[in-house]
């Protein structure tokens, strides 16, 4: 009973075959009509060819229209522009063309505040680079031109009573004044 790899072959090959005559005779042999059926709704009713008079004179009276235009540009959008001789009360209010139209841009960011109190300024006498001493708290932090701090604020420019920095993330620049401590 043991079949041969030739005979299963012969087998699958079979089946092939029936699975491909199906598929054509289902599927691909739909769109033919059938012998002898000219219209699939019934009755046909032939064209009534001897009386063209109706439709003579409802050409002729669509060829002697006359175009009028309105007033009105199809190609601007908006309402038609009111008849001359109206009245300016009932036109309808139109909306001044000063008013910007679509999306508004985003607000302009504030200025950069410096978080920290600026309480003194100094210079190294080695290389001569000036230095800042800003007091967050109790904690003093010294700072040079070009660092930054807090990740956003970077210091541009030390000078005598002020310090000069800028928001990394707006490009927005600002300045703090040396505060002096109060007299005891």
């Known amino acids: 009973m043991a079949q041969t790899k030739q005979q299963k072959e012969i087998a699958v090959l079979l089946v092939l075959l029936v699975v491909a005559a199906l598929v054509w005779r289902f599927y691909l042999d739909k769109g033919r009509p059938a012998a002898g059926v000219l219209s699939p709704s019934g009755n046909y009713e032939p ?17 002697s229209t006359e175009y009028k235009p309105s007033g009105r540009n199809i190609f601007i959008a908006g ?28 607000p302009e960011p504030p200025l950069p505040v410096l978080p920290w109190k600026l309480f003194g ?28 701090i807090q990740n956003h604020i970077r ?24 505060e002096m401590p109060p007299a005891a």
Do not use: C, M
């Open 155 to 178: 210091i541009t420019h030390i000078g005598n009573d002020r310090i000069e920095y800028e928001d990394v993330n707006t490009g927005k620049k600002n300045s703090t004044v040396l």
């Open 47 to 63: 064209i009534n060819a001897e009386d063209y008079g109706k439709v003579i004179d409802i050409l002729k009276s669509a060829q």
């Open 79 to 106: 309402p038609a522009p009111p008849p001359p001789g109206a009245s300016a009360a009932t036109q309808a209010p139109t909306k001044p063309q000063w008013l910007p139209v679509g999306p508004f841009p985003p």
């Open 121 to 148: 300024l100094g210079a190294l006498p080695s290389n001569g680079t000036r230095r800042a001493f800003l007091l967050d708290g109790e904690e003093v932090h010294i700072v040079a031109e070009g660092d930054t």
